[in-house]
């Protein structure tokens, strides 16, 4: 059983940056497993955010924001962070951290969430 725990969100302005990391613990990843990354804001539909391949380290992004934030691991730590430069009010919702243990993208264990509130 994999455990994952988020930490990193709080208020900040409009062009600022904030890190997120994800503390995994418990379960085995294949070699295709995967830590991603995804939010949900008020109203909205929780969306794909990054995601790490926990091996390779091969990392995917979706479109609203890549080129602003940068998912990266310490495999040492069991620690996937996300790093977010120029935030945008757009951006404020409760980010999740994700982990798909076998790569099929069908994500089966989720932390609890941070709040991200980015004001303008």
């Known amino acids: 059983q994999v455990q994952l725990a988020e930490s990193g969100g709080g208020l900040v302005q409009a062009g600022g940056s904030l890190r997120l990391s994800c503390a995994v613990s418990?379960?085995?990843?294949?070699?295709?497993?995967?830590v991603g990354w995804f939010r949900q804001a008020p109203g909205k539909e929780r969306e794909f955010v990054a995601a790490i391949r926990w091996s390779a380290g091969s990392t995917y992004y979706a479109a609203s924001v890549k080129g602003r934030f940068t998912i990266s691991r310490d495999n040492a730590k069991n620690t996937v962070y996300l790093q977010m430069n120029s935030l945008k009010p757009e951006d404020t919702a409760v980010y999740y951290c994700?982990?798909?243990?076998?790569?099929?993208?069908?994500?089966?264990?989720w932390g609890q969430g941070t709040q991200v509130t980015v004001s303008s």
């Open positions: 994700a982990a798909d243990t076998v790569g099929r993208a069908r994500y089966d264990y």
């Open positions: 418990g379960g085995t990843f294949s070699s295709y497993g995967m």
